[in-house]
């Protein structure tokens, strides 16, 4: 058993792990394209596809990892763009699993001259796919142009096979909005 710890928002927590989960093209390796899903991961919504970046819709930010990257965005009409991938293995019911992600907001995000504001990124597990059947966890808006870690603990009611994240708007009233995602961490 090994002890991972994780400094959140100026609390500390201890999560007691029992195995190590892996999953493909953890940092989002693939071509810089507009609706392009990364080797390993899936969209989840058939009306919009998260975008490899950089280099589309005006976004420049190098990578924090590697060379790609994906962007979410929510949009006014309320639609939001997910994307999921599966777990090596099914992770285990009560077991406690730590993870994170490096998040960043792009200010030159631009499509067809529509502003687009910082938001949140949900993180789902699943059973089925894009089915999203327990939050694990919420970032807080997303507003800075650099890339920062966010790490959380989570503890499974059932074994998942699946993982989802998803673009999430910051308050009731949609918006146009997007967030960048990068390097996924499992820190058993």
């Not at 993180?123 to 959380?152: A, M, N």
């Not at 999430?168 to 967030?179: E, M, R, S, W």
Request: with cysteine.
């Amino acid at each position: 058993m090994r002890i991972s710890l994780f400094i959140i928002t100026g609390l500390v927590m201890l999560c007691s792990t029992t195995k190590a989960q892996t999953i493909e093209n953890p940092s989002f390796e693939g071509p810089p394209a507009p609706g392009l899903t990364p080797t390993g991961w899936f969209a989840c919504n058939d009306f919009s596809t998260p975008d490899t970046q950089p280099g589309s819709w005006g976004v420049s930010t190098p990578a924090q990892n590697d060379n790609t990257y994906i962007s979410l965005v929510t949009r006014g009409d309320g639609t939001v763009e997910a994307i999921g991938t599966s777990f090596s293995e099914p992770i285990s019911t009560k077991a406690c699993y730590a993870a994170s992600f490096h998040l960043a907001f792009s200010p030159d995000f631009n499509y067809e001259g529509i502003p687009y504001y910082p938001i949140k990124l949900a993180v789902y597990v699943s059973t089925q796919g894009c089915v999203k059947s327990q939050l694990v966890w919420t970032s807080p808006v997303i507003s800075h142009s650099d890339w920062r870690e966010y790490g959380f603990t989570f503890t499974p009611n059932t074994a998942y096979t699946d993982l989802i994240l998803e673009a999430q708007f910051t308050d009731a009233v949609p918006l146009n909005g997007h967030v960048l995602v990068d390097n996924f961490l499992n820190n058993q």
